[in-house]
């Protein structure tokens, strides 16, 4: 009877706090975290039923946003509220930067979880590699390896990390991570443009799609676009003040 009790006593206390936790469902899946409860200001930006979403539900897709923009392209981070009765679905689309010198105006693509919390010096021209040479997510040996690449591969300079033997690299206009410089060689015959300007951090951005459906049988889609600032905070753009 003693062991009951304690057994029983158990499971109250695990799902008293299963249910404090909250539930994100992702990709099909159930994924339970220690998610922050703080409402991404303007998480349902875009909707044309706003003033439906309660702020349980705003709580509830909060959380599934943060997972669907730290997941890889079209995978799908799902949302429910019990009591509202109001569901949805979150989808990451690709990543680009932006602030950046290389880009001319221009979004570019870039690897999902690129770290860019580093102030880019211009530096421009194509560089082939002196050896088969990793790819990686940030400035440091200890960051993911984004790729590998061949010895003899040309790639081209999108920046040079101020302060380190780093360069952010990109193929054929489109970012690839950040390669160490001295395993790099300007090519022969090629330009190279190395500081003579300030430095700019990029803004590391997403986009998506959501998908809402509310209890009375209404449902909505729509797309946006997220960028991540430099405390490393998600932010909806468009929506006013919400970047600082």
């Not at 936790?21 to 703080?38: F, H, K, L, N, Y």
Request: charged share 20%; with cysteine; net charge positive.
């Amino acid at each position: 009877m003693r062991n009951f009790r304690h057994v029983s006593k158990a499971l109250i206390v695990g799902g008293l706090a299963l249910v404090l936790s909250g539930c994100v469902t992702v990709g099909g899946g159930s994924s339970r975290r220690a998610m922050p409860d703080e409402v991404l200001a303007g998480v349902a930006y875009g909707s044309s039923y706003r003033s439906y979403i309660t702020g349980r539900d705003e709580r509830q897709m909060s959380r599934a946003f943060r997972v669907a923009m730290d997941s890889p392209v079209g995978a799908d981070a799902t949302w429910r509220t019990r009591r509202t009765g109001s569901r949805g679905e979150i989808t990451g689309g690709e990543a680009y930067l932006l602030n950046v010198d290389y880009a001319r105006g221009r979004r570019l693509i870039a690897p999902i979880g690129l770290y860019t919390n580093y102030p880019l010096e211009p530096a421009q021209g194509d560089y082939q590699l002196s050896s088969n040479t990793n790819v990686r997510l940030g400035a440091s040996t200890s960051s993911p390896i984004a790729d590998t690449l061949d010895e003899g591969t040309v790639v081209e300079a999108a920046g040079q990390v101020r302060g380190r033997d780093w360069m952010l690299m990109a193929r054929d206009g489109i970012i690839i991570g950040y390669m160490y410089s001295p395993l790099l060689e300007l090519r022969e015959g090629g330009d190279m443009l190395l500081a003579g300007g300030s430095a700019r951090t990029p803004t590391y951005c997403r986009s998506y799609s959501q998908s809402l459906f509310l209890s009375n049988g209404i449902d909505d889609r729509w797309t946006g676009a997220a960028c991540r600032n430099t405390r490393g905070r998600w932010y909806i753009e468009g929506v006013a003040g919400a970047g600082s």
